[in-house]
């Protein structure tokens, strides 16, 4: 298997086709953490990393359309200061996934955010922190950096 840090991916464009939603949660929430176990949030995130690593986006806007493609959600930004950005997570698809309580299921969104702001900003190293909110059926995201 390559090692690739940058391999350009296209992004297909979404057409007719759709994914079943149960079919969509059965893999992502049942399967993945069957497989992976007690190891699987720490899995899913550093797999988020990779996944940005073939496919490196070159601004935010890029960023919010492979959100959206992936069906993982609508991202905004809520803030940003000069080592920290803040976003929000919105979809249908994340109030089950708020209600259960289980942390890794935004691991793997937390890590694609941390090595996408990693290539943007060009920094040394970027972190990712998921916060849901059950109350809104959101998800918050805190990405920090270090230039050096």
Same mark, same amino acid.
């Given at each position: 298997?390559?090692?690739?840090?940058?391999?350009?991916?296209?992004?297909?464009?979404?057409?007719?086709? $759709?994914?079943?939603?149960?079919?969509?949660?059965?893999?992502?929430?049942? &399967?993945?953490?069957?497989? &992976?176990?007690?190891? $699987?949030?720490?899995?899913?995130?550093?797999?988020?990393?990779?996944?940005?690593?073939?496919?490196? &986006?070159?601004?935010?806007?890029?960023?919010?359309?492979?959100?959206?493609?992936?069906?993982?959600?609508?991202?905004?930004?809520?803030?940003?200061?000069?080592?920290? &950005?803040?976003?929000?997570?919105?979809?249908?698809?994340?109030?089950?996934?708020?209600?259960?309580?289980?942390?890794?299921?935004?691991?793997?969104?937390?890590?694609?955010?941390?090595?996408?702001?990693?290539?943007?900003?060009?920094?040394?190293?970027?972190?990712?922190?998921?916060?849901?909110?059950?109350?809104?059926n959101k998800v918050?995201? $805190?990405?920090?950096?270090?230039?050096?």
């Amino acid at each position: 298997m390559k090692d690739s840090t940058a391999i350009e991916q296209p992004i297909h464009s979404v057409d007719e086709r $759709t994914i079943s939603i149960f079919g969509y949660e059965l893999i992502r929430d049942i &399967l993945i953490p069957e497989i &992976l176990g007690k190891d $699987t949030h720490e899995i899913l995130y550093w797999a988020g990393k990779r996944l940005a690593r073939k496919f490196p &986006l070159e601004d935010f806007d890029a960023l919010i359309d492979f959100f959206s493609k992936a069906s993982w959600g609508q991202l905004l930004i809520i803030k940003e200061s000069k080592n920290q &950005l803040e976003l929000e997570l919105m979809s249908p698809r994340i109030a089950p996934r708020v209600k259960s309580k289980a942390e890794q299921y935004f691991q793997l969104e937390a890590g694609f955010l941390a090595q996408q702001i990693e290539f943007q900003k060009q920094v040394a190293t970027a972190e990712a922190f998921e916060h849901p909110i059950k109350k809104s059926n959101k998800v918050h995201f $805190t990405v920090k950096w270090e230039k050096q």
